[in-house]
């Protein structure tokens, strides 16, 4: 596919792409963009797009839309320049989207980023790829084994539970099936930042239950291959 693009978005802004990937999604191939990214925020709409190339003023331009138009403006927003100025655009756009994901907000519950901060730096990764790759198939079967197990668990922790509870746990279960489905779709650094999600939510929802799943099947499972016990550089 890279060689039905220029060669000198694939040189210039895909290493910016690929520095950014915990938060950036490319999209499928598709002869109507020359590169198409999306937030990799599931509830997220903000995307940038190169549609083409021009020639201007005897300039070769490139012709790009993107969402936001800026932190206040959630329309979209086009302009052609030259591919210098692309590249400015496209890492503005980059830091916009950082922003937004760090910026605190009354709509984040407090406990679920504390413990998600916890998991994550407990759980780290070394790995100068950690960005950009996915675990190796053994290790991808082996978190899948995890969150099966996991969903087990939470199955049988519904018995005599309310229906409220049941269907916090319900939703626990979701998520840890969701992150199932992507392991070989998605880098280390983010299947860290969604189990470290999970773990939060699974926090939040029972002490035991986290004791049990968070801690010692983790660690049952773990150990020795990308976490142990604790930050380990898998």
Known sequence: MKKKQPLSITEKLHPILLKNIDILKPAQYSEKYLLHVTDRDEGSDFFFQVTKQVISG????????????????????????????????FESWISLIRKFNETQSIYDDPFLKSSEEYYAEQFSLADEDANYAAFGLDKQLLIGEYLAAAESRIEEFKVDKTPEEVK???????????LRTKLNKIPKAKVI?????????????????????????????????FLGDGANNG
């Open 193 to 225: 930042k969604e189990l470290a999600t999970f773990w939060a939510k699974v926090q939040k929802a029972s002490l035991p239950l986290v004791k049990d799943i968070s801690l010692t099947l983790a660690k049952e499972y773990f150990k020795g291959l």
């Open 58 to 89: 005897g300039k070769l331009m490139y012709s790009y839309v993107q969402k936001p138009a800026h932190k206040d403006n959630f329309t979209n927003a086009a302009s052609i320049v030259v591919l210098e100025d692309l590249i400015i655009v």
């Open 168 to 178: 916090e746990l319900d939703e626990l279960i979701t998520v840890a099936s969701t």
